[in-house]
């Protein structure tokens, strides 16, 4: 695998889980000064779908099939699914008994795409961009305009 062309840090939160959720995003090219941050908050949602929804929204912004990325999270809901293997089984199982499938559907299908590497971050530890990440989705989770998360069954 190439090195990272591009770090992708991400975050999830919702206030009460289920509640209004938010997720944050931040971009950062190696060796180039270009970062990009994206958020977005949902009126009724889980903590791991918001988490797993930033990472599903980062890898959608690569423009460039087989782009090299790392995506940085202090989820280990996913980072241990990829790392470990467990969603490829799943998918091989039709995703029976398992949560958020809509979302896993979704980041195969992104993942695919892209040469992505993921790495587990300790969350809340002064890491400077999953600060800014959870701030991001903090600060999502409680704006006016939220969405409707329609994949999410209580």
């Known amino acids: 695998m ?85 969603v490829f089984n799943w998918e091989k199982k039709n995703f029976a008994n398992r949560k958020n499938t809509d979302l896993w559907k979704a980041f195969l299908k992104v993942f695919r795409r892209h040469e992505v590497q993921f790495q587990w971050i300790k969350g809340h530890n002064d890491h400077p961009q999953n600060e800014r990440c959870d701030e991001l989705a903090v600060m999502a989770s409680k704006a006016k305009d939220l969405l409707e998360d329609t994949g999410y069954k209580a």
């Not at 941050?37 to 099939?65: D, H």
Request: aromatic letters at 10%; zero cysteines.
């Open 2 to 86: 190439q090195s990272p062309k591009v770090h992708i840090y991400t975050d999830g939160a919702a206030r009460g889980n289920p509640g209004p959720g938010g997720f944050g995003v931040v971009m950062e090219w190696v060796g180039k000064p270009y970062r990009k941050e994206f958020a977005q908050g949902f009126k009724l949602t889980t903590n791991n779908r918001m988490e797993l929804m930033a990472v599903i929204v980062a890898i959608s912004k690569l423009k460039n099939p087989g782009t090299p990325a790392k995506v940085f999270t202090d989820s280990k809901y996913v980072a241990d699914a990829v790392n470990k293997g467990w």
